[in-house]
């Protein structure tokens, strides 16, 4: 089943070629590097995300109400 997804495709140039071989990057379940690397990444985003897009910081002082 590795050869079925290598078609002409893999070769081509543009944001299409780049997204395919992005989704084949991180769905192949075979290698163990690349499965790492993807959660790593994963696990990255979600920090960045958790740091930079919250509207409110936990250690500045809270109004009195």
């Known amino acids: 089943m590795s050869g079925a997804g290598k078609k002409a ?3 081509s140039p543009g ?4 997204i395919s071989s992005a989704c ?3 769905t ?3 290698d163990f590097r690349r499965n790492v690397l993807v959660n790593i990444g994963l696990f990255a ?4 995300v958790a740091r ?3 509207d409110f910081d936990l250690m500045s ?3 009195v109400t």
């Open 9 to 11: 495709e893999a070769g």
């Open 61 to 63: 002082p809270q109004p």
């Open 15 to 18: 944001v299409l070629g780049w």
């Open 45 to 48: 985003a979600g920090v960045w």
């Open 24 to 26: 084949r990057f991180a």
């Open 28 to 30: 192949d379940r075979n």
């Open 52 to 54: 930079n897009l919250s």
